[in-house]
């Protein structure tokens, strides 16, 4: 079993920051891509960014050049910086991570819980 534990959510003004964190936990082999998702009320969810294993990364438009994402390996953690907030970047944000629990078995993708962000104008 694998778990997905995010913190790191709240309140904040509008060009504010915020620092998500997301650890991985339980039975992992190994862990390949891992990424945030964000899903505003009455929308989809939709793809923030996400870093591979060597660290390549890639972002929605949306949010280059305000968000980072970054990764401990040692740590089975992924952290998304977030700068100059907007209120449309108001959502539940979800870590996810592809999972090998077991060496030669295809990855599973994991899903955390969600953790709010709200950005007042």
């Known amino acids: 079993q694998v778990q997905l534990v995010e913190s790191g959510g709240g309140l904040v003004q509008a060009g504010g920051s915020l620092r998500l964190s997301c650890a991985a936990s339980?039975?992992?082999?190994?862990?390949?891509?891992m990424g945030w998702y964000r899903q505003a009320p009455g929308k989809q969810r939709e793809l923030v960014a996400y870093i591979t294993s060597g660290g390549s990364t890639d972002y929605a438009e949306s949010v280059k050049g305000r968000f980072t994402i970054s990764r401990d390996n040692a740590k089975n953690t992924v952290y998304l910086q977030m700068n100059s907030l907007k209120p449309e970047d108001t959502a539940v944000y979800y870590c996810k991570a592809d999972v090998t629990v077991v060496r030669g078995i295809p990855w599973n993708d994991y899903w955390g819980l969600g953790t709010q962000v709200t950005v007042s104008s």
């Open positions: 339980g039975v992992i082999f190994s862990i390949n891509s």
